[in-house]
């Protein structure tokens, strides 16, 4: 679709809203737009309004794999509270485990039976071109690590797993931040989600690699 560019007053350019999409969507004078800006195209949409995602659940069972996928997902899914019910008191620990990788995600209160988990990182959501730099840096640093390692024979599971469990926090929480706030248009959001899961996917490869030439009694130098 074309539109025309008017001129208001000596300096201003201006171009008009389709009609049918401002009468779809009940636009009228005064109204806010979202406008977004790339290098050779402006995007207009509606101006969202951030919506408090709650959750209430109850965890019976599970191993911890399981748990660490339930709260993975509402996470994801970018739930903002997620009140946790339980009859087994082990399950409070296994949650506060799952959280180490949930950046944000923390338990403000638990009782016999419950915990309440909030996200407390609204100040850094603003911060995603410089999370997503971090979740590249440090997949490279990942890289660098396990080569020297490797070059010098000297094999140290801890420090790759640091690093890894590092990359998989700021890329969830990356993930998590456009899924929320459909920080790009659709096709966009999928593209980059992708790409992200799919560092993921490296980090853990490298990572089950180190861990087998850890047990082994002789590693060979990298050349």
């Given at each position: 679709m074309k539109r025309k560019i008017n001129?208001?007053?000596?300096?201003?350019?201006?171009?008009?809203?389709?009609?049918?999409?401002?009468?779809?969507?009940?636009?009228?004078?005064?109204?806010e737009v979202e406008v977004a800006e790339t290098e050779q195209e402006l995007r207009i949409g509606l101006k969202l309004n951030e919506e408090y995602k709650k959750a209430d659940i109850k965890l019976e069972f599970g191993?911890?794999?399981?748990?660490?996928?339930?709260?993975?997902?509402?996470?994801?899914?970018?739930?903002?509270e997620v009140k946790v019910r339980f009859d087994d008191g082990i399950i409070l620990t296994k949650i506060q485990s799952s959280l180490d990788l949930l950046l944000g995600f923390e338990i403000i209160?638990?009782?016999?039976?419950?915990?309440?988990?909030?996200?407390?990182?609204?100040?850094?959501?603003?911060?995603?071109?410089?999370?997503?730099?971090?979740?590249?840096?440090?997949?490279?640093?990942?890289?660098?690590?396990?080569?020297?390692q490797m070059s010098i024979c000297k094999i140290s599971l801890e420090q790759i797993k640091n690093i890894k469990n590092n990359l998989q926090r700021f890329s969830n929480f990356y993930r998590r931040i456009i899924t929320k706030n459909n920080k790009?248009?659709?096709?966009?959001?999928?593209?980059?989600?992708?790409?992200?899961?799919?560092?993921?996917?490296?980090?853990?490869?490298?990572y089950y690699a180190h861990k087998y030439l850890s047990t082994q009694k002789k590693v060979s130098h990298l050349k």
């Open positions: 001129l208001v007053g000596t300096s201003t350019l201006t171009v008009s809203l389709p009609s049918k999409w401002a009468k779809q969507h009940n636009l009228k004078r005064g109204d191993n911890d794999w399981y748990i660490n996928q339930v709260i993975r997902n509402f996470y994801l899914a970018g739930f903002d209160e638990y009782g016999k039976g419950f915990c309440l988990i909030k996200n407390i990182s609204s100040g850094i959501e603003s911060e995603l071109d410089n999370i997503l730099r971090k979740v590249f840096l440090l997949n490279k640093t990942l890289f660098e690590t396990a080569i020297q790009y248009n659709a096709f966009k959001n999928r593209e980059i989600y992708t790409i992200v899961s799919r560092l993921i996917m490296v980090s853990n490869n490298l």
